[in-house]
């Protein structure tokens, strides 16, 4: 009996005995300029480079590969159309006989955003291979990957008699260069998986004789230096090849007799492209065109289907418009499945609850207007946790199936299920199903290895998810023509083409157990703070759009033409810069250089848009100052540091029926002590400060335990993923900063204590801030930090004997044990909230409120707002520079819900605004104010899709159900605004479920 190593050789030199002829291409113009290969230049990252030449093809009996060599990755264009991505798994690419003009686009970057600032093309060569030949070696090679990886010992004795048998008689020895030039083919190339240590998965390594021989012998015999050995006879070999090709079938009906298969998997290429992360979006792009090129091609030779997830990727391809043709052709007869159904794989939990809402709808939309469809599969193989309130938006977005993978990193706790019910906070149910990986070769090891690890495989198929990706490239020619293998083998399951209608039947049909709750992911913890600027941007982005669509919806209905696609195009932006790999902090610096930029303008031009919105209302009305609310509840706040005014629910009024103040702040010196208070709260602090008692006069209650907004500064140096890990040894030491000095400001309606603090090279400067008529207790913080691997914490210890604390997610709360009994519980020592987390013992509880800042640590009663986290990998200038945010903290009574935090929250997210405006209307010189309507849920107002009528959406924030009085007919819709419920009566009452969002469509505001 042979053993691997000799079966090895055996299949390498069928291999490369395939290989007959070849012809070098040397003559190339590069941007226009003639070359001879090889040419190397210096290049920046973001340089294209445009290679052209012509070939020739010989018309014969072999298959012919165009096999390029080079450091970057580029699209290969054959007589004008878009052919192939090249990148560094796809090197190689058959091409038809006869005349043809080659063209490459071409970047420095490789697969993964690897360069080193130059652009060097080696070599490019026509390689004539015998292709049955080939595969068949391919699938020896295959089966001896099988045998190492087998722990069953009678079918790996098995397998390996009946190959030896098969193997022994070969004689065909293949030349040096029929050596070098399958070397040449199948692992030239590939800069970057080669220096990351990536590599392909979807062949097997190159054996070290034939590295050498290429090396030593095979180059100097292409140049002509040294004599090569003689080739095997052409006849001799094929006649071995037929032998073998039967036996081997022979042999494996016999085995799959003895040893039968175990079930089912069903089978969807893939390529997962991280819209940016270690490359830009441009790159992205480029990434797009090159995959699906090599997609289309593939699908139209083989019977495969391939999931695509994302429509901006969809859009992007639209500049090809042949290309998209072919896609759409292909979408039609099920062989290219849209999944996921979002603009693109988002983050679920540091963005607002319309933001995802505003994925699936243009997603969604997108999908049916250009395909004529919508996805049915939910697609987030690779995004960091999962919201519990995602099932609801799941259902209500037309998703039947939701895929995932990166529940399996769990580092502590293998999560229980592989297939399950997934429960939502609002009781909505939605089939689960976790990928294996989603990037698998199509080899039988690989399918042994997942099935193996699969929990659910007697109950339910299993999905297998195979292509190259995060960098894009998906499917290789390998992969697809060893799927039609796959089920000639023994023992592993059999594979099945993922077709859609059969995959979603079968899974909803079979899962039974069910998981409550969130989906979180034990890893990953510091993408809630990575990258400050980012993560503020991003909430100002989604406040003021939200607020731009509000007015633009109630000037419409007075006469303002609405901006619809202005809009739609500033949420496009938005939902883009919410991927998985942007909003959490962890792509390249020159990524945030150019989103930072865009979602600055993004908020300008809807703060354009909200301004002359509110200037055509108040003029509407005869106001020349109106403060305008866009919450369903009356405010009072002081507005822009020295105005006291109030704003009814939903609406707006004139300045001058505004309260007048009605209570002074008061600051003062008390010894070593500062002394803050209001009508609501006395606050006191060191003069460190830190926050050492904080009276809450309402509840006659000390809202703090000991010291609180304690700022410590802990290391921060994960193993491995630098941007994206939090490590929690490093949060049991810390130091503190210090504090060089502090001063007192005051003014009428707010007073404060500016503190100066300094960590290493870095500054932070901290005004702690006390507002006339507030319970919010504001921290105020100007950051300039230069010190890297730093986790700086505000830890706070409140006086509350709580079990659990309570969170906002996005259109949702959860709640999260706060003792750290199971290993369950000790993995979420960092955990994510949108805007506020609260610890509350149900009768009393204290608030800590902050939009942009979204990872905390909860011990008991002690909590700590993560507020910056500076990394060096993949950016090594993250959070460098200045920053500013502020956080709050607000002492209530009840729970979070009776005690309003989620309000208080709402109302620093979305503040009043005042507008100033000329106005001649005499008429309405006795206008006091306007409310639309008042109630405890959130909502948003904006024109329908359809560019008929308006939609209000709904969500209830409370565990309890409630009642809203709506002073309009509507009909109720799904979130991508399709109807399903007739006309309701005018001034009717709408009850909404804990948890629920509910989505109507109305002709207009009865006003």
Known sequence: MMHPAEIERKAFDLMATSIREHLFINEWTVNGKSVVLPFTCDAKPEDVFVLKSKVSVPDNDLTWFLKVCMDGNGLLKVDGKSYAGIDDVHTY??????????????????????HKWQFRFKYAILIGILWEPYSLAQRLLDLVSFIEELKEDDLKKAITEEISSILLRVRSVPSITQITLLRMLLYDGGLGIRELKIGRFDIRDVRPDYMFLSAVYGFGILKGEVED????????????????????????????????????????????????????????????????????????KYDVSFAQSSSQYFSWVEEDQELFSKIKKLIREGRIIPVGGMWVESDTQLIDGESLVRQFLYGQRYLLEKFGRIARIGWLPDTFGFAASLPQI????????????????????????HAFIWKGIDGSEIPTHIMMSYKSSMTAKNLYTQWKMYKNRHEVPMIYVYGYGDGGGGITWEMVEMQKHMNELPYIPEVVKGVEDKYISEVSGRVTQTWEGELYVEAHRGTYTTNIRMKELMAKAESVLRTAEIWASIASMAGLEYPAKTLEHLWKRVLLHQFHDVLPGSSIREVYIDVESDLRDVIKKAEEIAGKSMGWIAKKCGLSRAVFNDLPWEREEVVDGNLLVRAPSFGWADIRQTSEQSEHVRIEKDGEKIVM??????????????????????????????????????????????????????????????????????????????????????????????????????????????????????????????????????????????????????????????RWADVCDGEYGVAVICPSRHGYTNWDSKIGLSLLKSPIYPNPWSDLGKSHFVYYVYPHRGDWYDGEVYKRALEVWSPLRIVDCESDCKACESFEGFSLFKCNALFVLKKAESGKGYVLRLFNPSKKEIEVNLPFKYRECNLLEFEYSRCTNYKSKLKLEPFEIKTLLFDDLLI
């Open 93 to 114: 690419i058959p091409l038809e006989a006869g005349e043809h003009e080659l063209l490459i686009e071409a970047t420095p970057l490789t697969m993964f955003g690897y």
């Open 229 to 300: 050995i003689l080739k095997p006879k052409k006849s001799y070999y094929l006649d071995e090849i037929r032998r073998v090709e039967a036996e081997l079938g022979s042999a494996l009906r016999k085995l799959k007799a003895e040893f039968p298969k175990m079930g089912k998997v069903y089978a969807f290429g893939h390529a997962h492209i991280d819209a940016a992360w270690l490359w830009k979006y441009d790159e992205t792009k480029r990434k797009i065109l090159r995959t699906l090129s090599t997609t289309v091609r593939l699908l139209e």
């Open 394 to 417: 799941l259902i209500k977005s037309g998703i039947e199936v939701f895929t995932t993978y990166k529940i399996l990193w769990n580092e502590r706790n293998e999560f229980p299920y």
């Open 677 to 834: 208070e209001n009508k609501y709260i006395k606050a006191i602090l060191n003069e460190k400060g830190e926050l050492i008692s904080l009276y809450d006069k309402d509840s006659d209650r000390e809202a703090i335990r000991s010291r609180s907004n304690v700022v410590i500064a802990h290391v921060d140096t994960p193993g491995m993923w630098d941007a994206w890990d939090i490590n929690e040894d490093f949060l049991l030491e810390g130091v503190e900063l210090d504090c060089e000095g502090y001063e007192l400001i005051k003014s009428d309606l707010w007073c404060g204590v500016k503190f100066y603090k300094k960590y290493g090279n870095s500054r932070f400067v901290q005004t702690v801030k006390l507002k006339a008529n507030s319970k919010l207790l504001e921290f105020d913080t100007d950051l300039e930090w230069y010190d890297k691997e730093v986790l700086l914490k505000a830890w706070f210890n409140f006086n509350v004997h709580n079990w659990t604390s309570f969170y906002e997610v996005p259109y949702g709360v959860v709640e999260r044990l706060a003792v750290r009994n199971t290993p369950w519980e000790q993995a979420k020592f960092e955990v994510p909230a949108l």
